[in-house]
């Protein structure tokens, strides 16, 4: 039985996915090169400090120490940027009603997110108190693939592994929910998503008593 629901933010609450390519491309631009939409598929759920590493990987560019906190930190402001146009109807469809159902069924919830911006994003969608607990980039010191992140949320509800469902869109993200224990369920494709016990495009018409029908 399922007894906690963990969420992923960007990409699963809100599409700041693009507002992280937008702002890792002007990185790359920058510095010389592109960054293709296939390329970003790859800094989902990833760190700041290692999507930096992997997108001056593409470019083949090396760095300073110094070098690389100043244009992650670049990277970052340019982001906060795009994210201030974030309003509460950029919640992505259905994800509002489907958290709302799983209140009525007293099944908790979490957010999962490897981002330090996760309390801001939050904030600006009003949905800060939606979730009985919060788990972001700021608390988790190893990132997903790493179930971490995942593991404390299940910890700070007190439900075991087994009985978490973790929704991602990130391949790195179903990654961790697996090695933690957990039912991954991926919203994207089912071709990028492959590890995912199911995938769905998104919660848009998704009813939290179909979708545990389908698991089981
Ligand atoms: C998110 C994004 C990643 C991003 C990471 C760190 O993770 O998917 O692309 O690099 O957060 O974000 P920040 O630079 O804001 O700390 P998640 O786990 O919410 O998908
Ligand atoms: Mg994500």
Same mark, same amino acid.
């Given at each position: 039985t399922v007894q906690a629901c963990l969420f992923d933010l960007d990409g699963v609450i809100v599409d700041t996915a693009k507002y992280h390519y937008l702002a890792w491309r002007q990185l790359a631009n920058q510095l010389g090169f592109d960054l293709t939409l296939e390329q970003n598929e #790859? #800094?989902?759920?990833?760190s700041r400090m290692e999507s930096l590493e992997i997108v001056l990987g593409i470019g083949g560019v090396k760095l300073s120490e110094e070098e690389k906190l100043k244009f992650a930190a670049e990277k970052n402001a340019q982001y906060l940027e795009f994210c201030k146009q974030i309003t509460p109807d950029d919640a992505l469809p259905g994800v509002r009603d489907f958290l709302d159902e799983l209140k009525a069924d007293s099944i908790k919830t979490g957010l999962g997110s490897a981002s330090k911006n996760a309390k801001t994003i939050l904030t600006n969608l009003d949905m800060l108190n939606y979730f009985d607990t919060i788990v972001d980039g700021n608390r988790a010191t190893k990132g997903k693939p790493d179930p971490q992140v995942f593991l404390m949320g299940a910890e700070d509800l007190s439900v075991a592994p087994e009985h978490c469902i973790v929704f991602e869109d990130a391949v790195a993200g179903i990654q961790a929910a697996k090695a933690g224990g957990m039912i991954g369920v991926g919203i994207g494709q089912a071709s990028v998503l492959t590890e995912a016990d199911y995938v769905m495009p998104g919660f848009d018409g998704v009813t939290v008593k179909d979708l545990f029908e389908k698991l089981k």
């Open positions: #790859l #800094l989902k759920g990833i």
